[in-house]
């Protein structure tokens, strides 16, 4: 059995709406996490869209006590933006939340990814499956991958 997958390049607005209302959703659970934005490697997969999530270091910190170099402070308020693949690497007490750091950043994306797949289909971006004994391609729900937490 073969198949082709194809996938669409361009995003409708509500598709864009989708990913949008999920982060505000997510927003709600977590509310370090401040927006989104498309990743710039966004369409590297077929099968996910990666995205980056913008959060607040201040309300991480009291959210989560950790503690944090005032270096990162310092440089979110001269305009740098601090990239990491998961919110809590940062943290000076990494070792004492250590525990917590790979179930917040996989609790943060499973969270995502189920206020994605309840939306309505016109708001979620598909890729299509056509197999060979099949003429009617079949879709399939692109998962969303937070590819950076982006504190500025």
Known sequence: MSYTVTRPTEYTEKQLKGIDLSVRGLM?????????????????Y???????????????????????????????KSGEMIRVYSPLVIANNFLEVRD?????????????????SNLPSDYQFNIFYKFDFDDKPSPSLVNLDIDEFVFK
């Open 100 to 116: 917590l750091n790979l179930p917040l950043t996989n609790d943060i994306k499973d969270t995502l990814n189920k206020i994605y």
């Open 28 to 44: 709600r659970k977590f509310p370090f996490i401040t927006g989104w934005n498309l990743h710039e490697r966004h369409d590297e």
């Open 46 to 76: 077929k099968t996910m869209l990666k995205i980056e999530v913008y959060a607040n270091l201040e309300k991480l910190v009291k959210s989560y006590n950790v503690k944090v170099s005032d270096y990162y402070f310092d440089a979110i």
